[in-house]
């Protein structure tokens, strides 16, 4: 096989495919080989799965315990699909952010690995405006969990903080952000409708700096 260059070379990004075990099931999932144990405990968080995560990883390998009924299935993209029978619950914030407040981390999303490879995204956890976790990795989605992840190891209070992703503001991230109690969710990209339904229906809010608009569902501080 041979690699011809076409212009400026970039780093390449890495990716591995982690097998997770969960109640005698598997789930499969691409993602970057950084701070698994914590991606796996935030998708356990924020799918549902668990209020109480444990998580042994080995390898490209985890087991997870699970106090919640699931199917899997699998779409288009070739990730696993988790079906949580349980209605999503309403949003109660327990503080509200300025615009001016969350828009000052949005710098924080443009870092040097992304620069060299430009194959990351990034996501930022903050509580209270002032401690904050961040993680990378090729999926939108596993970025998100793993500062879930981060932030649960660390007792974040997830009503009293907010989300800021380099990514789409997707219904899959807007449903992640819901089942764990975050009542804010910022991005440099844009939001999409069917997010903006969920905000409505849940008491979330959001911030799309691409859109141009925030949704205000009693988080924002006007």
């Known amino acids: 096989m041979d690699i011809l260059e076409i212009g400026e070379r970039l780093e390449i990004g890495r990716e591995i495919e982690l097998k997770i075990i969960i109640g005698g099931r598997v789930i499969r999932v691409f993602c970057t080989p950084t701070d698994l144990e914590e991606l796996v405990t935030g998708f356990l968080l ?7 995560p444990e998580v042994i990883v080995e ?18 993209s070739g990730c696993a699909g988790i079906y949580v029978d349980e209605p999503l619950k309403r949003i109660i914030p327990g503080t509200r952010f300025s615009i001016r407040e969350v828009m000052r981390y949005i710098p924080e999303l443009e870092e040097e690995y ?7 995204h990034t996501a930022l956890l903050v509580q209270n405006g002032r401690e904050f976790v961040k993680a990378y990795d090729v999926g939108r989605h596993n970025a998100v969990d793993k500062v879930i992840g981060m932030a649960y190891a660390r007792n974040f209070e997830f009503s009293k903080s907010f989300l800021v992703l380099s990514g789409r503001i997707t219904a899959g991230i807007a449903k992640k952000a819901i089942r764990v109690g975050i009542p804010l969710v910022v991005s440099k990209a844009s939001i999409l409708d069917s997010a903006i ?13 691409a859109s141009g608009i925030a949704v205000n569902s009693g988080a924002i501080q006007v």
């Open 197 to 209: 339904e969920l905000c409505r229906d849940y008491g979330l809010s959001a911030v799309s700096v």
């Open 46 to 52: 924020s799918e549902g799965l668990s209020s109480n």
């Open 59 to 76: 390898g490209d390998v985890a087991v997870a315990q699970t106090d919640v009924e699931f199917t899997t299935s699998i779409n288009s």
């Open 114 to 120: 992304y620069r060299r490879t430009r194959a990351y």
